[in-house]
């Protein structure tokens, strides 16, 4: 079973970048779809990100041409570059295996890593 943990989260004033980083454990990395989510305070938790097995790429609207995810499959790791921060990006940010056989058809999530962008 995949595990995941996320780190790179921070403190960074507007107009700032930071880079998030996912390092997975107990699973073929590379077959995996992953995909970033966020969760702001009161807020519903939501898509940031995604990319494929293959390497397609997606976006929510709000953060296209500002982000970019990537992954290295030899370091089993995603990522999630992240330019031009807004304080509407402040949230905790989790990485997200979908749900696929590997993963017994349920999302695996990684425990989340706070962005915090100041004004």
């Known amino acids: 079973q995949v595990q995941l943990v996320e780190s790179g989260g921070g403190l960074v004033q507007a107009g700032g970048s930071l880079r998030l980083s996912c390092l997975a454990s107990?699973?073929?990395?590379?077959?995996?779809?992953m995909a970033w989510h966020r969760q702001a305070p009161g807020k519903q938790r939501e898509l940031v990100a995604g990319i494929t097995s293959s390497g397609s790429t997606y976006y929510a609207d709000s953060v296209k041409g500002r982000f970019t995810v990537s992954r290295d499959n030899a370091k089993n790791t995603a990522y999630l570059q992240m330019n031009s921060l807004k304080p509407e990006d402040t949230a905790v940010y989790y990485c997200?295996?979908?749900?696929?056989?590997?993963?017994?058809?349920?999302?695996?999530w990684g425990q989340g890593t706070q962005v915090t962008v100041s004004s």
């Open positions: 107990g699973s073929i990395f590379s077959e995996h779809d």
């Open positions: 997200n295996a979908l749900p696929s056989r590997l993963t017994g058809w349920r999302n695996v």
